[in-house]
T-cell receptor, first 119, second 116 residues
Framework: GAVVSQHPSWVICKSGTSVKIECRSL??????MFWYRQFPKQSLMLMAT?????????EQGVEKDKFLINHASLTLSTLTVTSAHPEDSSFYIC???????????????FGPGTRLTVL | AQSVAQPEDQVNVAEGNPLTVKCTYSVSGNPYLFWYVQYPNRGLQFLLKYITGDNLVKGSYGFEAEFNKSQTSFHLKKPSALVSDSALYFCAVSGNYGGATNKLIFGTGTLLAVQP
């Protein structure tokens, strides 16, 4: 149980284009999803917290107009990198928390990540 | 502010020997503590967590971790290392403030290298 998928697993795009990354919880309902960014040999940096049916909460320094997050259902959240530039190249990882069992579980389950390369 | 420290960038151990990956934390209130493992170009896999109760927590793949409140530590251990355990290990903490979106604060990660 507790499987999270991401699509695509890797993407290469031209500078100035937009890229959408999907995050799905396959066998549970995710009331909350998180989006992280990871640079090579570094830890995960939380970008935003996404609650189903409401606006995402962005961390300080993360541009909400550049990284658009939509959490339209309990099993799907999307991250759209708008007008991508080479400095946006990174490994993007989502996670989902199972809200059905109450706050005490508080375990985040992670997707396999999406490697974005902007040329 | 909450924080997690993993003092070792890399831990080297011979296969069959016990391994320890260190983690210390700083939080106000009672912590939720987690260990995750990441293989190259993959997302994080959940290993184990401490919420409350027994200080020794057993997790996946034979790993365990001991919560030590006085030392504010949550070291990851395994009695006998395997080459396949070689990966990047992250310790993380979240607060139990009762909010709906408790965030995970990650350590910087420790690369475990198990030599055959």
């Amino acid at each position: 149980g507790a499987v999270v998928s991401q699509h695509p697993s890797w993407v290469i795009c031209k500078s100035g284009t937009s890229v959408k990354i999907e995050c799905r919880s396959l066998d549970f309902q995710a009331t909350t999803m998180f989006w992280y960014r990871q640079f090579p040999k570094q830890s995960l940096m939380l970008m935003a917290t996404s609650n189903e049916g409401s606006k995402a909460t962005y961390e300080q320094g993360v541009e909400k107009d550049k990284f658009l997050i939509n959490h339209a259902s309990l099993t799907l959240s999307t991250l759209t990198v708008t007008s991508a530039h080479p400095e946006d190249s990174s490994f993007y990882i989502c996670s989902a928390r199972d809200g059905s069992r109450g706050i005490s579980t508080d375990t985040q389950y992670f997707g396999p990540g999406t490697r974005l390369t902007v040329l | 502010a909450q924080s997690v420290a993993q003092p070792e960038d890399q831990v080297n151990v011979a296969e069959g020997n016990p391994l320890t990956v260190k983690c210390t934390y700083s939080v106000s209130g009672n912590p939720y503590l987690f260990w995750y493992v990441q293989y190259p170009n993959r997302g994080l896999q959940f290993l184990l967590k401490y919420i409350t109760g027994d200080n020794l927590v057993k997790g996946s793949y034979g790993f365990e971790a001991e919560f030590n409140k006085s030392q504010t530590s949550f070291h990851l251990k395994k009695p006998s290392a395997l080459v396949s355990d070689s990966a990047l290990y992250f310790c993380a903490v979240s607060g139990n403030y009762g909010g709906a979106t408790n965030k995970l604060i990650f350590g910087t990660g420790t690369l475990l290298a198990v030599q055959p």
